[in-house]
């Protein structure tokens, strides 16, 4: 993918031919990750609401409950193999309990799809947590097809409660129209999964990461960099990680800046998974 030894070694637009780089100690760009494409909203300032009184669980969501009430840290300590198999059932449960809902079935703007929404797919996405899909037969405009899709590469550091906010929030857009964005009638839509599915109250759209979602992520980002196959400095000590022998000469972007010496010298992780050959 990245280079092609028959077209003469020309770098592929995902490298890029720009040979400077920041280094591994700036902040990854997780500070602030939308549930979706919709711009952030500054209606409502982030909060962290806190349920006044538990409400009794469903028994028919098992796993949608697991979501609900799981610890955080819990969660996150186990396999995410495990951890998707249960967030894509509990989809599986709160399609059937909303499917069920009066007002999905008699009122909701839902009454105009002709299928109950489904799961798509885990998408390499980094930038969305999930994304829901609502897309026309050309052939019978007034029908429609809903699915929803999520992050795996962002789900994984997501908390259990995250999780299931996440889901009633994709699903809401699947209730509404296309058209609704995060309109009025999505909030609308919005208020009914969150009470069908006895999601704590959350007047976002757009999810910040918490502390604890944003020390998972850094931690595999530190231990996915030591176990880089290989390792490279700046003269001023600036450090970098690649998974790939790097090709040709890359240069620090803030030694550039800075005009100092700026050539990244790159070895061969010796250390790979903790000394293991
Ligand atoms: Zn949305
Ligand atoms: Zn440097």
């Known amino acids: 993918m990245c280079r092609s030894i028959a077209d003469g070694g020309r770098r592929c637009p995902g490298t890029g031919p ?15 990750v939308g549930v979706d494409t919709a ?10 609401p806190t349920p006044e009184s538990a409400p009794s669980l469903n028994p028919e969501t098992e796993n949608f409950n697991i979501l609900l009430t799981a610890d955080p840290k ?17 989809l599986g449960e709160a399609v059937e309990i909303l499917m069920e809902h009066p007002d ?11 299928s109950a929404p489904t799961f798509d797919r885990w998408s390499q ?18 029908r429609f097809t809903r699915t929803i899709e999520l992050s795996d590469k962002r789900g994984r550091y997501a908390e259990p409660r995250t999780l299931a906010i996440l889901l009633a929030h994709e699903l809401a857009h699947t ?3 296309p058209s609704a ?9 919005f208020r009914l999964t969150q009470a069908a599915l006895q999601v704590p109250e959350t007047s976002t759209s757009t999810h910040t990461p918490t502390d604890i979602e944003y020390a998972a992520e850094l931690a595999a980002a530190k231990k996915k960099r030591e176990n880089a196959p290989w390792q490279g400095t700046c003269p001023q000590g600036h450090a970098y990680a690649r998974g790939r ?19 990244i010298t790159f070895t061969r992780n010796e250390n790979r998974g903790g000394g293991k050959k």
Not at 39 to 48: G, L, R
């Open 104 to 114: 999905v079935k008699n009122e909701g703007p839902g009454y105009v799809y002709d």
């Open 181 to 189: 964005a995060h309109g009025e009638t999505w909030v609308k839509m």
């Open 175 to 177: 209730l509404a129209p």
């Open 125 to 142: 996405s980094t930038t969305t947590l999930g994304k829901a899909r609502l897309s026309y037969y050309t052939a019978a405009p007034h």
């Open 74 to 90: 819990e969660w996150l300590a186990r396999p995410w193999k495990l951890r998707k198999k249960i967030i894509e059932d509990a």
């Open 18 to 32: 720009a040979k400077s780089d920041t280094p591994l100690a700036s902040a990854p760009k997780l500070s602030r």
């Open 245 to 263: 022998k790097p090709a040709g000469r890359y240069s620090c972007r803030p030694c550039l800046e800075d005009r100092k010496p700026a050539t």
């Open 39 to 48: 711009p952030p909203s500054t209606a409502s300032p982030p909060t962290s």
